[in-house]
């Protein structure tokens, strides 16, 4: 159990570090004027996407999971409740930031990079939230 929940640790550590560059890198992509410069922003977060955040996120469902299957009485505690509510917020903001790569290839003044700013928060929010419910576990 111990190594899946290092595993798990280490798994979200590295999803937060992708969605936090990721939400920075769109930043960046909102502001650039030249087609050259963009370009490269999107092979920068495609490669950020498929090298870290997607296999990183994927393994920690399936570790966090785990971890629920090996000791389904978590599922009783009103703070695992509020936990994967919040890493649904995580799913989300992951999902949204696709869509929103997306939307940039194809229209890239089509969000300010104030809107980028202010998503760059979210999942470091969830993340603090998530952090509080396994750590001091409130209910």
Same mark, same amino acid.
């Given at each position: &159990? ?8 280490? *798994?979200?550590? =590295?999803? &937060?570090? $992708? ?11 909102? *502001? ?11 092979? /920068?977060?495609? !490669? +950020? ?6 296999? =990183? %996120? ?5 570790? %966090?999971?785990? @971890? +629920?299957? *090996?000791?389904? $009485?978590?599922?009783? &505690?009103?703070? &695992?409740?509020? !936990?994967?509510? +919040?890493?649904? %917020?995580?799913?989300? =903001?992951? $999902?949204? $930031? *696709? ?27 969830? /993340?603090?939230?998530?952090?509080? @419910? ?6």
């Amino acid at each position: &159990m111990l190594w899946i929940k290092a595993l798990h640790v280490i *798994m979200v550590i =590295s999803w &937060m570090a $992708g969605l936090l560059y990721l939400y920075r890198l769109f930043v960046y992509h909102a *502001m650039e004027t030249e087609a050259v410069v963009r370009e490269r922003f999107q092979v /920068m977060e495609r !490669k +950020l996407l498929r090298g870290i955040a997607h296999p =990183s %996120g994927a393994l920690s469902l399936i570790t %966090g999971i785990t @971890m +629920l299957v *090996m000791n389904p $009485g978590y599922l009783k &505690m009103p703070w &695992m409740h509020v !936990k994967l509510t +919040l890493v649904l %917020g995580l799913l989300v =903001s992951h $999902g949204q $930031g *696709m869509y929103y790569r997306q939307r940039l290839i194809t229209e890239p003044t089509a969000y300010s990079h104030k809107k980028f700013r202010l998503l760059n928060e979210v999942p470091t929010l969830l /993340m603090i939230g998530i952090v509080i @419910m396994v750590i001091v576990r409130p209910f």
